[in-house]
């Protein structure tokens, strides 16, 4: 275990620099010139050139990516060339929003795409697994976007229940919480129904069933336990989908997260803020990826990392 | 008392964004964007200006109709050079710590926003100051032309004559800072403004209070909440919730609104032009007659009609309506498929030609571009639509690779010369605004003359003169002056439409129960 911890960890390395790799190529090639987008409307040729001097734009590539990476590995992500701030104490400052919204997302999609998966699998073919079916199939091919916009307009709108945007208290989690983890409730309940299903045929539970055990027993400890593998693996992935930042529901509700920070600094063409936003948010999703295979395999004995 | 890791939770969950619930002493405005900063020196963007507006003042700055007017400075006066400015400040201004503001602060504020290590970028309203462009640069040290006689005194001589000027420092990266503001001032601010910084939680919101000391009128309500909210449609739901005292009304919208609050409904013709820049150094375009047939072949009544909410004033020129110069009896170029056709076939292209027509991402951008493609094709000219998201757009019409670019310009200050000016003369070609590349040297010289004169008429004549040869010179296919529609909230009272978007300082709103 701790060796497979120590490759993971070495491997890291390695692909951070290919993610950083190709960020820098797309954004050289990309068009659009980050001073342009710094002096607004009306400047003058003068200003420009000074500013690309400044900024080190006119040096050859080789000579930019490498400046950025020795100032990378000291932890240094650069300054913003538009707000001047330093990119990692920009990114340390959003990411507890996205924590938040993500874990309440994901609370959300796991209890209920869970639980109507289990209830599906146990009594396929009934009314409400037909019905549970439906509303998955259709929580996956609704746009986020327009699914942020009904809430807000039904929930906040017209009933009042909850505040239309903003981040103030838990309240204002509820409605982008749903919204986000909408996409994950259908593709949980669909794994979980899968999973469980193929447990509930196995031998181990005609056993406990023939042991008298009540079926509730049956169902959720022995066989849900077994069911949860896959379930646990979707879940890492949305997770740290989720954790890199949701542009869509993020803007919609104007939650001040990570991937809105991302989304302006594309928009500005501001380079050092879109390349340490990639760095730092490819460090999340991997972590948490690794962190999945590390559950994986406490869930599940059989699992055996060498 | 609850156990340690609860509270940690709780801090986690609730962490800094936290806050209660407006009281009725609060106003909330918004931004679509967060500002780029608080430091008025890197003011690039509307959300920094208005906000630089509320945290500081200007030696002369601008009231909600977009009058000039005195700031710090109580008066001033040029010598018969135009050259010499001599502004008189007030002295019962102080800044938020308390030091009073004198000309020393003026100084270090325009050497600030000047100096090379800012990175501002947006020091070209200080440019007209002598050796400032060197100074810019780094190749002096020292800007002596603006000079400090006493606390209360600052003498600031120019390049070369220029009217606007006293206009020019009333725009946000001239504000005034205290001597000494260091680069961390940008998230500390400290001005001498009717509203003081109280925090900023970065794409959530500003809040600013009421600065009881203020020498001007001191703000009627206590709190001004900002939020950051960059989607038009959840803007619309926080002000129908009654969480934001004012919205502005997207174009598309504006029927809804006017059916359903039309008691709420404000106006006002904005100072700004919506247009497309016809690169007037591109194959055909380079024809005078080819650019006046485009400009009949377009339906641009339909278009504003139909696709913009009739929100606009047909225009005949370049200059807004509000400012002087403009010319009502004017006729626009009529939408006359026939006479463009036959201008066409003058030209030597009975035929057509091929064009390729750049537009941004915005939505209303998309079906202005496909009625001017169809209104094109009916007289020959086939458009290619290129679509590219705002930045791309922008630097390819710069560079002066596209033939025809949808845009629009909005006004810095109220002055004909900030039409005339960038968007028309050959110094600007490019990436000072001309996106026309129009070179015509008997208009650059007309241009110069009306910045130079310090006749008022003489230089309203001017104006007129210089919009009507733009007209005849067709560097675009002229549309239409957009107007400002915003709601108001019953309950707010004292909130006008600015004429200009640093004119509303918000210290004579308030909110009545």
């Known amino acids: 275990m701790i060796r497979f911890l120590g490759v993971r960890l070495a491997l890291l390395a390695p692909t951070l620099f290919g993610v950083l790799a190709v960020a820098f190529l797309l954004l050289y090639v990309a068009p659009g010139d980050p001073v342009q987008a710094m002096v607004g409307e009306r400047a003058d040729s003068a200003t420009i050139a000074r500013l690309r001097a400044e900024l080190r734009l006119d040096d050859p590539l080789s000579r930019q990516f490498h400046h950025y990476l020795s100032a990378a590995a000291r932890g240094d992500l650069g300054r913003s060339y538009v707000t001047r701030r330093p990119i990692l104490g920009d990114l340390l400052e959003r990411f507890p929003a996205t924590l938040r919204l993500a874990a309440a997302a994901m609370l959300f999609a796991s209890l209920t795409g869970i639980a109507i998966g289990v209830y599906g699998a146990w009594r396929p073919g009934s009314l409400p697994d037909r019905l549970a079916t439906l509303a998955a199939y259709l929580g996956i091919s609704f746009p986020v976007y327009w699914v942020g916009l009904i809430l807000i307009l039904v929930f906040a709108v017209t009933l009042r229940w909850f505040p239309p945007s903003g981040s103030s208290g838990w309240a204002a989690l509820v409605l982008p919480a749903l919204t986000l983890g909408m996409r994950s409730v259908a593709f949980l309940a669909r794994v979980s129904r899968t999973a469980m299903q193929e447990v509930l045929q196995s031998d181990f539970i005609r056993t406990a069933r023939a042991q008298g055990l009540p079926e509730r027993a049956v169902v959720l400890s022995r066989g849900l336990r077994n069911a949860l593998l896959p379930v646990l693996t979707v879940l890492g992935l949305d997770f740290g989908s989720y954790l890199t930042g949701s542009i869509l529901t993020e803007t919609i509700f104007g939650w001040p997260g990570v991937g809105r920070y991302v989304l302006d600094a594309i928009g500005k063409r501001d380079l050092p803020a879109v390349q340490g936003s990639v760095l730092f948010l490819s460090l999340v999703f991997v972590l948490v990826n690794l962190i999945t295979d590390l559950l994986y395999a406490k869930a599940d004995p059989r699992v055996v990392y060498d | ?513």
């Open chain 2, 1 to 513: 008392m609850p156990p340690r890791p609860l509270l940690l939770l709780a801090a986690l969950w609730c962490g800094a964004a936290c806050t209660s619930a407006p009281g009725p002493d609060t106003l909330t405005y918004y931004y679509y964007s967060e500002p780029r900063s608080l430091d008025p020196a890197l003011s690039t963007d509307v959300p920094t200006g208005e906000v630089v507006a509320m945290l500081y003042d200007n030696l002369t700055q601008f009231d909600v109709e977009g009058r000039l007017g005195p700031g710090l400075a109580t008066r001033w006066e040029t010598d018969p050079s135009g050259r010499v400015y001599t502004f008189h400040l007030r002295t019962d201004a102080r800044f938020h710590d308390g030091r009073p503001v004198t000309a020393r602060d003026v100084r270090a504020s325009y050497l600030r926003a000047l100096a090379p290590g800012t990175q501002s970028g947006r020091a070209w309203p200080l440019d007209p100051i002598l050796h400032a462009r060197s100074y810019a640069a780094g190749d002096t040290s020292a800007v002596p032309a603006i000079a400090v006689p006493d606390d209360s005194t600052v003498v600031i001589t120019l390049e070369q004559p220029l009217n606007v000027f006293p206009k020019l420092l009333a725009m946000p990266v001239a504000a005034i800072v205290p001597a000494g503001a260091d680069a961390r001032f940008g998230d500390h601010p400290v001005g001498s403004g009717p509203w003081r910084f109280v925090s900023w939680l970065h794409d959530h919101a500003l809040v600013l209070a009421r600065n009881p000391d203020y020498w001007g009128p001191v703000p009627l309500a206590d709190t001004l909440r900002i939020r950051i909210l960059p989607e038009a449609l959840t803007q619309a739901a926080e002000y129908e919730s009654g969480r934001l005292s004012v919205v502005e009304i997207p174009f598309g919208e504006t029927r809804l609104w006017e059916r359903r609050r039309p008691a709420e409904l404000q106006r006002r013709p904005a100072l700004r032009v919506f247009y497309i820049a016809i690169n007037t150094t591109r194959g055909p375009l380079r024809d005078v007659r080819v650019r006046r047939a485009l400009n009949h072949a377009v339906d641009i009544p339909t278009i504003l009609a139909r696709l913009m909410g009739g929100r606009g004033t047909l225009s005949a020129g370049a200059l807004p309506p509000s400012l002087p110069g403009f010319d009502s009896s004017r006729t626009r170029y009529a939408y006359d498929p026939a006479r463009a056709l036959a201008l066409l076939a003058e030209a030597g292209f009975p035929r057509g030609f091929t064009l390729r027509l750049w537009r941004s991402q915005r939505p209303e951008y998309a079906r202005v571009a496909q009625a001017v493609q169809q209104d094109l094709a009916a007289v020959g000219v086939r458009v290619e639509i290129v679509e590219r998201d705002a930045a791309s757009a922008r630097a390819a019409a710069r560079k002066g690779e596209t033939d025809l670019f949808i845009t629009d310009w909005y006004g810095d200050y109220p002055d004909p010369e900030n039409f005339n000016f960038p968007l028309f003369h050959s110094r600007n070609r490019g990436p000072g605004g001309n996106l026309a590349f129009l070179a015509d040297s008997a208009l650059d010289r007309l241009i110069e003359r009306a910045r130079r004169t310090m006749d008022p008429r003489e230089k309203e004549a001017l104006d007129r003169e210089i919009d009507r040869r733009v007209f005849e010179l067709a560097p675009w296919i002229f549309c239409w002056f957009p107007e400002d529609l915003w709601a108001v909230q019953p309950d707010v009272k004292g909130w006008r439409i600015p004429a200009i978007f640093n004119g509303q300082r918000w210290n004579t709103v308030q909110r009545t129960r």
